[in-house]
């Protein structure tokens, strides 16, 4: 093999790798990701974890409970209705004990679930609200308005 064809040969590969990378990038973009996942876990945040997404303006939204309920499930689905721009932490007290006495004095009533919405400022629920008066809620602590509020 002379030098032309190594060259011939080298410039192929280059040119395969470019072209098998863009192919990578686009079905990569256009497979569904489970971004609702990223935005719900069933543990605590650090302080600045949470900061990251206040800089990204995602409301932190930290629901404590004893039982599964309504709430939680609600507040799921608020995560696709504000459009991904809500931080979901679901704290079971059995599993984060500390978590929850750390808190719980915090709250006017120990009735389960507790929420506490953070943003700009705090606000702490007792999980008795409406659809309506939690999204009202959570769009009261968004550092700048959304969209997805003025609805």
């Known amino acids: 093999m002379n030098r032309e064809d190594k060259k011939q040969w080298i410039a192929l590969f280059i040119l395969l790798m470019f072209g098998g990378s863009s192919i990578a990038i ?3 973009q256009v497979l569904p990701s489970d971004t609702q996942a990223k935005l719900i876990v069933d543990e605590p945040l650090a302080d600045s974890q949470e900061a990251q997404y206040f800089q990204k303006d995602v409301v932190v939204v930290r629901v404590y409970y004893d039982t599964p309920s309504d709430v939680i499930n609600t507040l799921n689905n608020m995560v696709n209705t504000l459009n991904q721009k809500m931080f ?3 704290i079971n007290v059995a599993k984060y004990p500390d ?3 750390a808190i719980k ?4 009533s120990t009735t389960m679930p507790l929420i506490l919405i953070r943003g700009k400022t705090e606000i702490r629920l007792n999980g008795e609200q409406t659809v309506a008066e939690l999204k009202s809620d959570i769009c009261s602590v968004y550092f700048q308005d959304i969209d997805e509020c003025a609805v």
């Open 26 to 28: 686009a079905v990569s």
């Open 88 to 90: 979901l932490e679901r």
């Open 99 to 101: 978590q929850y006495k």
């Open 105 to 108: 004095d915090t709250f006017s």
